[in-house]
């Protein structure tokens, strides 16, 4: 099937609501105050989020509360309200049309939980970091708030918790199955995605007087229907809920159709026929698939079914083109939760069109001084482009944003630099990123719509990059060089992280950042060495890696720099096996990379390296009862030692290495020889170096080799950005 994507209603194409007369707030209304200020009696939406309230566009609440405020709507935001009663959700007063529900840029459990299932000890989006600002499960609880607060009014919840909750998940931090997040929260819709589109479309059907339960036809939907519901009678189901056994195939379509017997033909005389074009053949198909909906494992079968479950997940990742994805239907105890197709991307006017409202870029004023993290990691930093087409398994960005790249116009992305240097205080000079959720994805696509609109991959450079895929950094080098001549602007790093293996594919692009874009150190993450594991992440071999260093370390030393990368791993992946860890900490000891904090691997809802960790099955390929098993690290013990091979500098973890070590029959690497890995005494002390001693043994063991602490992955995660 190959067939363009349909071209939907531009958002900003609607005729605005006629609230508009009001005109734009400096900030939106946190407060009844603040509502009579800007004569006000009601809010027509009012939004819910667990974040402070930051007027940028890096931030979900303020990006979709000034696009709602353009279409004519009076947007109010209550943020972080206090759960525990339903006083706070009524602050505002009774929205018009609906209530908004967000956890945040975050997910809820990954913002207030380490991987080891630990409490954080702060909050980056909350006021002076403070922690326990939110609830586990934001959405859930905050919608329940709201229906609370006023019954009957309609509910619609979205961002990347409920995104990445539309169905059946692993649970990570109750390690059991939920049920859909729409089931708990008794929200009537739920938005997944990048939802601008559908939030436009619904929030204008409701002002004409529509329910949001009422709605059930917008792309990039979610909701909850009776068991057996169906759009209209010509739509068809096709069974998935089992594995094993082979799938419905439909039969060809006939080229050769019979046409009408002529009125005086003689009944013995042969029969005309007529050959069905190819595109008509290709059209009837798509209008078929349009009209099918695909009905997964029900929530009581992958909640106790790995195998099952592992099925479901495959089969929602391969319908996740927005090209040719049909709909899909889970059974939830006798409701169905219906998930309609993703909704089609972005165009770049639409981007600029989002990316261009009247932000106040700034904190709200009730804040005051307060510091809020989130905002001085972000506040001099671009977000020029979405979307990810890498695929990788541990990552949650695809199955949120898409693999459709949709970037902003250059005019676009260098008018908000001006609005930096211009309207942020305290700019020096300095934009600290121009990325995304990948740095060098800018404008890259795939060479013909007609290929992407049919193509069903996980990944557009796993196993290799593909043929199809245009990789050609001209574009973003010349955002570059237009954004470094902009008057003011004194210096730009690049923040966001590197796909190397495309960045390999354009040598100029490599000597453009390396010139004039790292200050020192670069972040790029293999995640690992060894195949076992790299094949289980989606992620390209070491080979990207040399060559992409080779090039770094040339072009670095061609613009007199010293400069340095600095890579990042994952421990206790699906798939790693000990003998994976210990070659990889052979590795970096051979490369005298000495590591200060490490991510161990936190399965995040509804990523496919979630789905091996939960089954220990490989959704990669096609499931059955005897299909691939994976290897889980599970177990606290190996999970610790997965850690310690990745910090086997560090004199506290060589006492468990040992052992290790012993056990695997590499007493070979007990010594003090350069082929060895750990010593085979303990110092005096018998612990581990303090994290200043640590950072300066780093930098100086070898001068040519330095390497700079790496932070948390989770706080390396931009708001907005990949969520892992």
């Given at each position: 099937?190959?067939?363009?994507?349909?071209?939907?209603?531009?958002?900003?194409?609607?005729?605005?609501?006629?609230?508009?007369?009001?005109?734009?707030?400096?900030?939106?209304?946190?407060?009844?105050?603040?509502?009579?200020?800007?004569?006000?009696?009601?809010?027509?939406?009012?939004?819910?989020?667990?974040?402070?309230?930051?007027?940028?566009?890096?931030?979900?609440?303020?990006?979709?509360?000034?696009?709602?405020?353009?279409?004519?709507?009076?947007?109010?935001?209550?943020?972080?309200?206090?759960?525990?009663?339903?006083?706070?959700?009524?602050?505002?007063?009774?929205?018009?049309?609906?209530?908004?529900?967000?956890?945040?840029?975050?997910?809820?459990?990954?913002?207030?939980?380490?991987?080891?299932?630990?409490?954080?000890?702060?909050?980056?989006?909350?006021?002076?970091?403070?922690?326990?600002?939110?609830?586990?499960?934001?959405?859930?609880?905050?919608?329940?708030?709201?229906?609370?607060?006023?019954?009957?009014?309609?509910?619609?919840?979205?961002?990347?918790?409920?995104?990445?909750?539309?169905?059946?998940?692993?649970?990570?931090?109750?390690?059991?199955?939920?049920?859909?997040?729409?089931?708990?929260?008794?929200?009537?819709?739920?938005?997944?995605?990048?939802?601008?589109?559908?939030?436009?479309?619904?929030?204008?059907?409701?002002?004409?007087?529509?329910?949001?339960?009422?709605?059930?036809?917008?792309?990039?939907?979610?909701?909850?229907?009776?068991?057996?519901?169906?759009?209209?009678?010509?739509?068809?189901?096709?069974?998935?809920?089992?594995?094993?056994?082979?799938?419905?195939?439909?039969?060809?379509?006939?080229?050769?159709?019979?046409?009408?017997?002529?009125?005086?033909?003689?009944?013995?005389?042969?029969?005309?026929i007529r050959i069905v074009p190819a595109a008509e053949r290709v059209a009837r198909r798509k209008e078929a698939r349009a009209r099918t909906v695909?009905?997964?494992?029900?929530?009581?079968?992958?909640?106790?079914?790995?195998?099952?479950?592992?099925?479901?997940?495959?089969?929602?990742?391969?319908?996740?083109?927005?090209?040719?994805?049909?709909?899909?239907?889970?059974?939830?105890?006798?409701?169905?939760?219906?998930?309609?197709?993703?909704?089609?991307?972005?165009?770049?006017?639409?981007?600029?069109?989002?990316?261009?409202?009247?932000?106040?870029?700034?904190?709200?004023?009730?804040?005051?001084?307060?510091?809020?993290?989130?905002?001085?990691?972000?506040?001099?930093?671009?977000?020029?482009?979405?979307?990810?087409?890498?695929?990788?398994?541990?990552?949650?960005?695809?199955?949120?944003?898409?693999?459709?790249?949709?970037?902003?116009?250059?005019?676009?992305?260098?008018?908000?630099?001006?609005?930096?240097?211009?309207?942020?205080?305290?700019?020096?000079?300095?934009?600290?990123?121009?990325?995304?959720?990948?740095?060098?994805?800018?404008?890259?696509?795939?060479?013909?719509?007609?290929?992407?609109?049919?193509?069903?991959?996980?990944?557009?450079?796993?196993?290799?990059?593909?043929?199809?895929?245009?990789?050609?950094?001209?574009?973003?080098?010349?955002?570059?060089?237009?954004?470094?001549?902009?008057?003011?602007?004194?210096?730009?790093?690049?923040?966001?992280?590197?796909?190397?293996?495309?960045?390999?594919?354009?040598?100029?692009?490599?000597?453009?950042?390396?010139?004039?874009?790292?200050?020192?150190?670069?972040?790029?993450?293999?995640?690992?060495?060894?195949?076992?594991?790299?094949?289980?992440?989606?992620?390209?071999?070491?080979?990207?890696?040399?060559?992409?260093?080779?090039?770094?370390?040339?072009?670095?030393?061609?613009?007199?720099?010293?400069?340095?990368?600095?890579?990042?791993?994952?421990?206790?992946?699906?798939?790693?096996?000990?003998?994976?860890?210990?070659?990889?900490?052979?590795?970096?000891?051979?490369?005298?990379?000495?590591?200060?904090?490490?991510?161990?691997?936190?399965?995040?809802?509804?990523?496919?390296?979630?789905?091996?960790?939960?089954?220990?099955?490989?959704?990669?390929?096609?499931?059955?009862?005897?299909?691939?098993?994976?290897?889980?690290?599970?177990?606290?013990?190996?999970?610790?030692?997965?850690?310690?091979?990745?910090?086997?500098?560090?004199?506290?973890?060589?006492?468990?290495?040992?052992?290790?070590?012993?056990?695997?029959?590499?007493?070979?690497?007990?010594?003090?020889?350069?082929?060895?890995?750990?010593?085979?005494?303990?110092?005096?002390?018998?612990?581990?170096?303090?994290?200043?001693?640590?950072?300066?043994?780093?930098?100086?063991?070898?001068?040519?080799?330095?390497?700079?602490?790496?932070?948390?992955?989770?706080?390396?995660?931009?708001?907005?950005?990949?969520?892992?």
């Open positions: 099937m190959t067939h363009q994507l349909p071209a939907p209603k531009p958002i900003n194409g609607y005729r605005k609501y006629w609230a508009e007369r009001f005109g734009k707030a400096p900030f939106l209304p946190m407060s009844r105050q603040e509502m009579d200020e800007l004569g006000w009696d009601s809010c027509d939406i009012v939004l819910v989020s667990g974040d402070a309230y930051i007027d940028h566009p890096s931030f979900g609440i303020a990006l979709i509360g000034r696009l709602l405020e353009d279409q004519g709507f009076r947007v109010g935001v209550i943020c972080q309200p206090d759960w525990h009663s339903a006083d706070p959700f009524r602050a505002l007063g009774k929205p018009n049309l609906f209530f908004g529900v967000t956890a945040g840029n975050m997910d809820s459990m990954i913002n207030r939980y380490t991987a080891d299932r630990r409490p954080r000890s702060d909050d980056a989006y909350t006021p002076h970091g403070e922690p326990n600002r939110r609830p586990d499960r934001a959405v859930t609880v905050y919608a329940q708030r709201c229906r609370e607060a006023y019954p009957g009014i309609g509910v619609m919840i979205g961002s990347i918790e409920a995104s990445l909750r539309r169905i059946a998940h692993y649970d990570y931090w109750s390690d059991k199955v939920r049920p859909s997040v729409l089931v708990n929260s008794k929200a009537d819709i739920l938005l997944y995605g990048n939802a601008e589109r559908a939030l436009v479309e619904i929030a204008h059907r409701c002002a004409r007087g529509e329910h949001l339960s009422e709605i059930r036809d917008v792309r990039g939907t979610a909701f909850v229907v009776p068991h057996g519901w169906r759009p209209d009678d010509t739509w068809e189901e096709v069974d998935s809920t089992t594995v094993d056994v082979p799938g419905r195939i439909d039969p060809h379509l006939n080229p050769y159709a019979d046409m009408p017997e002529p009125a005086a033909a003689s009944p013995d005389a042969p029969q005309p695909v009905r997964i494992p029900a929530f009581e079968a992958v909640a106790h079914d790995p195998v099952l479950y592992a099925h479901a997940s495959r089969t929602l990742h391969l319908e996740s083109n927005p090209g040719n994805a049909r709909a899909l239907v889970q059974l939830h105890g006798d409701r169905d939760v219906w998930l309609t197709p993703p909704p089609i991307p972005l165009t770049t006017p639409e981007m600029d069109y989002v990316f261009g409202m009247p932000f106040a870029r700034n904190p709200h004023p009730s804040y005051g001084d307060a510091r809020i993290p989130a905002w001085d990691m972000i506040r001099f930093s671009v977000n020029i482009m979405r979307g990810c087409f890498g695929g990788c398994t541990f990552c949650s960005i695809t199955e949120h944003e898409g693999r459709v790249i949709q970037s902003r116009s250059e005019e676009s992305i260098l008018n908000e630099i001006e609005e930096i240097r211009d309207k942020t205080a305290g700019f020096t000079g300095h934009i600290t990123d121009l990325g995304g959720p990948t740095a060098n994805m800018y404008r890259l696509a795939c060479k013909d719509p007609k290929i992407e609109s049919s193509c069903r991959r996980l990944s557009c450079v796993y196993p290799g990059i593909c043929e199809n895929l245009n990789t050609d950094h001209a574009p973003l080098i010349q955002l570059y060089r237009k954004a470094r001549a902009l008057p003011g602007v004194k210096k730009i790093s690049i923040g966001s992280g590197l796909r190397y293996d495309l960045a390999v594919r354009s040598p100029e692009y490599i000597k453009e950042l390396v010139t004039h874009h790292v200050g020192g150190y670069l972040k790029i993450a293999p995640e690992h060495t060894e195949e076992g594991p790299l094949s289980k992440m989606m992620k390209p071999g070491m080979g990207a890696y040399d060559k992409f260093k080779e090039l770094f370390e040339r072009f670095s030393r061609q613009a007199g720099k010293e400069q340095y990368l600095i890579p990042y791993f994952i421990a206790a992946h699906p798939g790693t096996e000990d003998e994976d860890m210990m070659n990889l900490a052979l590795w970096l000891k051979k490369n005298n990379f000495r590591l200060d904090q490490v991510q161990t691997f936190m399965p995040t809802p509804m990523a496919l390296a979630t789905t091996m960790w939960h089954t220990g099955r490989n959704p990669l390929k096609k499931l059955s009862r005897s299909s691939e098993k994976v290897d889980v690290v599970r177990d606290g013990y190996r999970r610790k030692l997965h850690k310690a091979f990745l910090r086997y500098h560090d004199p506290a973890n060589w006492p468990m290495l040992r052992d290790a070590l012993r056990d695997m029959g590499r007493e070979d690497l007990i010594g003090n020889g350069r082929h060895q890995l750990i010593p085979a005494f303990q110092p005096r002390d018998g612990g581990g170096q303090g994290r200043t001693q640590a950072f300066h043994s780093a930098r100086t063991a070898h001068s040519d080799k330095r390497f700079q602490d790496a932070p948390p992955r989770i706080g390396k995660k931009k708001p907005g950005g990949r969520a892992r």
